[in-house]
């Protein structure tokens, strides 16, 4: 059973910064591609970012310029570093998993079919 479990989260005031880190557990096989998304309230679930075992990233255009996505192999472990958050970054981010093919799956949450339970986001102006 994968399990994904996300941390990092909190609050912080604009222009701040912010590492959540997301520990994947359980897989048995193949190769995972991971990825990053939010959900604002009222809002569409949507990709940030998503990265593949050999740590080639794909980066939306809203979160290109401010949010790195990195990960460590060795830990299972994946990473969202977030600089100058705005107040609009404000969410819920959950980290991502699924079996990759040649390349990792585009930034749509139907592609994805492992899933944490999330860690909020709140950034004060």
């Known amino acids: 059973q994968v399990q994904l479990v996300e941390s990092g989260g909190g609050s912080v005031q604009a222009g701040g910064s912010l590492r959540l880190s997301c520990g994947f557990f359980?897989?048995?096989?193949?190769?995972?591609?991971m990825a990053w998304f939010r959900e604002a309230p009222g809002k569409e679930r949507e990709g940030l970012a998503s990265i593949d075992e050999d740590g080639i990233t794909n980066v939306a255009e809203l979160a290109k310029g401010r949010f790195t996505i990195s990960r460590d192999n060795a830990k299972n472990t994946v990473y969202l570093q977030m600089n100058t958050l705005k107040p609009e970054d404000t969410a819920m981010y959950y980290c991502?998993?699924?079996?990759?093919?040649?390349?990792?799956?585009?930034?749509?949450?139907?592609?994805?079919?492992?899933w944490g339970r999330g860690t909020q986001v709140t950034v004060s102006s």
């Open positions: 359980g897989y048995t096989y193949g190769s995972y591609c």
């Open positions: 991502a998993a699924e079996v990759m093919g040649w390349v990792c799956p585009p930034l749509g949450a139907s592609s994805y079919g492992y």
